[in-house]
């Protein structure tokens, strides 16, 4: 799971492993490791999922952790143009660290229509590059299994 | 019997583990309760334990100890922290750390407890903290955006405003109507002075490098402010009736300077007024009073309104979008102005409500010495009645295409243009200002900059570009709603020679077609219009300032208009729509009205009559005396509009010198 500080990562992680949502917003330090069993076309695939802490001014992401993934969920804040920002970088920064490996754009929050600014023009762009973006929410559910779903087809491709 | 390093680590929550190959470990030290917790009960020593398989942050870690552990040197690396779960859900802070010693793979776990729940809160106050500071600057920046939309949307009519005056002057000769006239000008000149400062100000409050010292020398009289706004205001509050009263215990020999600036100063009373009649009933009073305050001056508006809600705290109410009472102001703007312009100048604003009835909103400021004499008189509200109007003697007549979207400020300004002499081929976007520039050369290009299709920076470029190839150089002007100065900056930067910010006073357009007539090389002058041939047309034209090209479109229009609403007026007859007839034949009355067509005019207004009083039974006799009118005044226009093809200006008759003359003065 990589992203900006308070993208709601954790939250999605949890939504996924364990159908709990928790509206406060709690700081992750370090990493925690999550486990889910899925079953993709008739064969049982055991995901091991990194909640990496979000890089911001405190604290710098260490890539160690990406060396022998298969694949990362990169997670923006869809109120937050800051986040966007930040996760367009750490593609970039990825794509250097350890290669171009499979992942899914998932512009969080989705649920606060109000104050959404992810705009329709750059979701085209990163279209466009053949990106697999989609819209979630940790509190509502929405995107969230098929985000999942999606990175689990893509690193099994 | 424990070794002290077995002890020490039970202590300290240490476990030592030998890494046996292939992420299995032995224990070489008594593991504290949380591994217990998470790795389930302790082994015998000598039974390995596959960690690498029960932890995948161990087993990621490894990698990295497998290469500390290969050197042929005392080595060690250390993890960052992680956090395991136990099957009770209870999360524990590890950190490892792979050593080499005597040879010896050696793995030391521990849980960072204390260190990790402090930087947990450090990090999350910090970052609580920073999501807030986001969530105010978004707040901030919509309420800007909005802010800025609702100045845009408030100063595009100024221009017509102002335009529409000036027209009305030209056609109004009573002395009264002209002083309304000038009441009218005053209050958009004001309000667009406003508006300009409040994209000022905004700008730079939230850049947080306002000018601080900007106009504090001018020493400001608080009186003459007071009986300025009191005089601005009074029809507002006359509508409302609501009594605005200057108090009359205030020392009029008193020295009322304060430290400031006169027009900010006029609009902290403004905001200060409207407040006060935004709460005040009918039959209510305002008084507007000022004491001296030690070595500051006050001002105080007293309403008889609801007075202050108890639970609102005066800070609250000068806050930044501030709305104050519920049904209150606007944006919550006005009363953030006053208190930021008041404190700017060392002084303070507070309110409070009164004894019995109503608030008092008060501000004071430091005394200032009153100017010396002789020194330029401040920039007074009441010397904008006795405006001239544009100059236009010794001015440069210049060609110049205007390129604006908005029809209202399109017409007004060419008209304007005209009037100071100037030749203007006006278009409606920035694709009709590049087609005109192909066929015509200009002196001066005036653009707006927000226009449909193609914007005034696009066609700033396209000219700049051209000239580039061509070594010419024509003055483009940018005229644009965002005024700031950062905006005057970008906009020179893309080719501009003059930025004006609208809505624009004709006065300010004309100091900078001075400036672009100074760069221009000298021609000669261009031609005089024609004159008028007939004493009646003469009249007119001397009514209009002798402005024959406002004449000549006046006939224009009226010789287009005219034929289609006597039409309909017959149409109207025919189905005997009595309203209608009325509605068209006082609109033809005033068109006749203008030109003088007495008998004409009579005509149309008898037929409103039969209108409205629905009786059309002798309309049509009427309609027909009307037609025959009409035709003679269509005749002679024509005639007039021929002649003057030709007509030298020389031969303008005295009359219509006398009257343009007159109109001048007034």
Redesign the interface.
Known sequence: MLGAFAVGKTSLVRRYVESIYSDAYHTTVGVKISNKVVQVNNTEVKLVLWDVYGEDDFQRMSWKYLEGAFGYLLVADGTRPATLDKALALEQKARVEVGALPFVFVVNKCDLVNDWQFDATLEAQLAAKNWSILRSSAKTGEGVEEAFARLTEAMLR | MATPLQVFSREFGYVLLEHKGEGKFVLGSDPPSWFNELWGATQPADVPIPLAAM???LE?FL??AQTCWSSSQTAECRS??????TPAGR?V?LQATALLRDGQQMLVLHSPEAQ?RE??QI??T???A??EH?KLL?EIQKKEILLHCIIHDLSQPLSAMRGSFDCLSAFTESEEGQKIIALGKMATQQQESMIREIIQVFAADLRATMDMEKGVNHAPDLLVCARNAITSFSPAFAAKRVNLILDPQIDQHAHWHVQGEESRLRRVFTNLLENALRYSFEGGNVTVGLESDGDFRKAFIDDEGPGLPPELRPAQLFALFSKGKEGGGKAGLGLYFCRTTVERWGGSISCTSLPEIGSRFWFRLPQAAAPAEGEAPPDELLSTVADPGPAVKGRRAMRILFAEDQEDIRTLTTYQLERSGHHVHAVCNGREALSALLHQHFDVILLDEEMPATGGVQVAHTIRENEARAGSHAFLIALTGNSTEDDEARLRREGFDAVLGKPFRLEALAEILDAASSTLPRRSAPKKPPAAISAGIDDLLGRIGGDRKLLNKMIQTFLHDTPKRIASLQKALHRKDADEVASLAHALKGSLGIFLAQHARDRAQELEELGRKSELGGAASVYAALQEEIAKLEENLRGYAKQTQAQPRSTVSKQTQRLAGKRKKQ
């Open positions: 932890s995948p942050f990621n990698v990295e960052e922290v992680w956090i395991e779960s999360e802070p990790y930087r947990v990090l999350q910090a970052r609580n920073v999501l986001e978004q």
